[in-house]
């Protein structure tokens, strides 16, 4: 196995799980833009149904070539089928059951990432507030938890969940907490037993309603804007990651006089641009930004093509080589559950970042991961033991 130490020892596997679950891959072909339509774009993307993609790639030299993913959602996809369609809700059925649950968005800057995730970023900029129809996958999937948690306390009212949130930034090599941007700008990543990595010193306040959690995004991406000289520049650079922990606390079901705590989670991973940074001529701050972001998105692509190859998914996997993998290592190849979308534009102006997104998409497919509950491993021997117990007596009850 390829996942790092900590993930596996520390946080124990509650019952029949551990089975090879592969990452859910799907693609995302975004309107042509005004740009495309005024410059007369030829259209190069088809989506027959399903999960089949059909890319015309002879404009840039290319064969047309045929994919098949998850899931295809083209571009009259909105963003509620979106969130209904691309699988998002069973991470958050997972999460909430105690698994780590990770989506991510990638593709080339314009492509359609932010929108995806949280909704074109200009629903952010002014005082209006929110529309509805354009939030993206993470107020959709806050809405939806609450209303799961509801059920569920429903169902059973020994269930308490106590709900916490981070969300930061990784500029430059750099981690930056969204919500507590002025303490330091450089947070380290940390390695424990426990916990895996970790970013030191996140603030992580809890939150008991979605309203505190809406204004956890928008304080988050206020302070992305803020932070920035050019924001367009800023956010094709970057990669953000909000995550939500989810430790549930609830009655055995085998035994309702015992308590067992589940630690699961949601992160919404926002990737910087994945379009090759042309090698920048000045001196000074923006060629370490270059350089730097190839290492992220490189060591990204490295780690992925490792997993996604049966030959090295056993043997080293640079993950220590960049922040961002490091915070990632669990949801690939790890005991994570994983969702990718994979965002294009349907322009043939675009083709051949279209076709890396794609080639990247197609490797990602293949990685494996053995999802595992997140308990600490003495309540589950104790658990274990006490319906070993349980079954023993049963079993003299008989003799
Ligand atoms: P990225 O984050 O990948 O750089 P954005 O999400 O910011 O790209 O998208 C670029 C532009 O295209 C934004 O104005 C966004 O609102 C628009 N856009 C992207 N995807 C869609 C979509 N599926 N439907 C409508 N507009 C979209
Ligand atoms: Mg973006």
Redesign the pocket.
């Given at each position: 196995n390829s996942s790092l130490p900590g993930s596996n020892d520390s946080l124990a596997d509650a019952g029949s799980d551990g089975e090879e679950d592969s990452v859910r891959v799907v693609v995302?072909?975004?309107?042509p833009?005004d740009l495309e339509n005024n410059r007369k774009d030829k259209v190069i993307t088809q989506c027959p149904g399903k999960g089949a993609l059909w890319v015309d790639n002879s404009t840039s030299g290319g064969r047309p070539k045929q994919f098949t993913f998850d899931g295809v959602?083209g571009?009259e996809?909105s963003?509620y089928q979106?969130f209904e369609s691309c699988g998002i809700k069973k991470l958050l059925d997972m999460a909430l059951d105690g698994y780590a649950c990770t989506a991510f968005?990638f593709?080339?800057?314009?492509?359609?990432?932010?929108?995806?995730?949280t909704?074109?970023?200009?629903m952010f900029e002014d005082d209006t507030g929110q529309d509805a129809e354009?939030q993206g996958l993470i107020q959709r999937a806050f809405l939806y938890l609450f209303d799961s948690i509801g059920q569920r306390k429903r169902r059973d009212p020994s269930t308490v969940y106590t709900l916490r949130a981070t969300y930061l930034e990784i500029y430059n090599e750099q981690v930056k907490d969204l919500l507590n941007p002025a303490d330091r700008p450089n947070l380290p990543v940390r390695w424990s037993k426990e916990q895996g990595f970790y970013v030191e010193n996140l603030f992580c306040p809890e939150f008991e309603n979605i309203d505190d959690i809406m204004a956890v995004l928008e304080e988050g991406m206020h302070n992305r804007h803020v932070g920035s000289h050019n924001l367009?520049e800023h956010?094709?650079r970057s990669h953000t990651m909000l995550t939500l922990n989810l430790d549930c606390e609830m009655a055995d079901p085998d035994d309702a006089s015992t308590y067992v705590t589940k630690h699961g989670k949601i992160c919404f991973v926002?990737l910087a641009?994945s379009e090759k940074v042309k090698e920048s001529k000045s001196a000074g701050d923006a060629l370490v930004e270059t350089t730097n972001i190839n290492k992220s998105l490189l060591t990204l692509g490295n780690c992925i093509s490792a997993l996604s190859d049966p030959k090295k998914r056993s043997g080293h996997i640079p993950f220590r080589d960049s922040k961002l993998t490091k915070l990632l290592s669990d949801s690939l190849g790890g005991t994570g559950v994983t969702l990718m979308v994979a965002?294009i534009s349907p322009s043939a102006y675009n083709a051949s970042e279209t076709m890396n997104t794609l080639r990247y998409a197609v490797r990602a497919k293949r990685i494996k991961n053995k999802p595992l509950v997140r308990m600490d491993p003495r309540e589950k021997l104790i658990l274990s033991l006490q319906r070993e117990l349980k079954r023993l007596r049963s079993e003299n009850e008989y003799l």
């Open positions: 995302r072909i975004r309107p833009n959602f571009a996809t963003q979106m968005a593709g080339q800057t314009g492509s359609g990432k932010t929108h995806t995730i909704g074109p970023m200009t354009l367009n956010s094709s926002d641009g965002c």
